[in-house]
């Protein structure tokens, strides 16, 4: 094989392999997602892999041994409620069981692994829920004194504050070491987390309380959930990048 080839073949391998998983659009049966999370991963020097929503185990389990890392991404869906015991609100969006069931497989897998997961809006959600804990259905119906958290457009924009848990990986990231109140994030959700699932806990809040971040309690699992997009500003803003930096640093040792 000439050297070049050999060169290309050595960089592609020293590059953690992160899986996303996709979205499916019920309407023409397509598989899909957003560009911006694919090029955050690829842009700090991870290789990004599509996982389509296929909720098979043992295909799951093939595609997932072969990762370094994990990205549950947003999804325009909600995740089922039956999931954590209570009925639809009425307020509830579309749910496609497909997408629950594929995410929950990943995480299942991921874990049997020890892989870092990052999960991102949804994704964090629904990672909660797979570890047992339950969601706030509807925002703006269910808790009367909270802020807007469906900020529209532009979508880049920080559109209200979060406080940090000293003590956290979140803190590490910022790069400080007390707790915060002046960093602002985007903000795209009617749902959050409410009871927080096992072996999480909450690592940055709201100023009305709902939870915006969620880190495993075990030091040698790097479990990390975010609310907000920090794949919309990773080009314009620190704390984006620096999640994208420090995850992909960590699934580049899974290799």
Known sequence: MPSICLNIVKFMNSRPRIGISMRLEIETGRFYLGRDYSEALAHFGAIPIHIPLIPDKKYIESVVKNLDGVLLPGSDTDVDSHLFGEDPHPKIKKVIP???????????HAEKMSLPILGICFGMQILNVFRGGSLI???ESQMPNAIKHEQGIPLDRNSHKINVE???RLSKVLGRKKNTDDIKVN?????????IGRNLFKSAWSNDGIIECIEDTRNERYVLGVQWHPELSYKTEALSANIFKDFVNECSKME
């Open 137 to 139: 259905q509807d925002i």
């Open 98 to 108: 497909a997408k629950d069931e594929t995410d929950f497989l990943i995480l299942e």
């Open 166 to 168: 000293s003590e956290s």
């Open 187 to 195: 903000s795209h959700h009617h749902q959050a987390v409410k009871e």
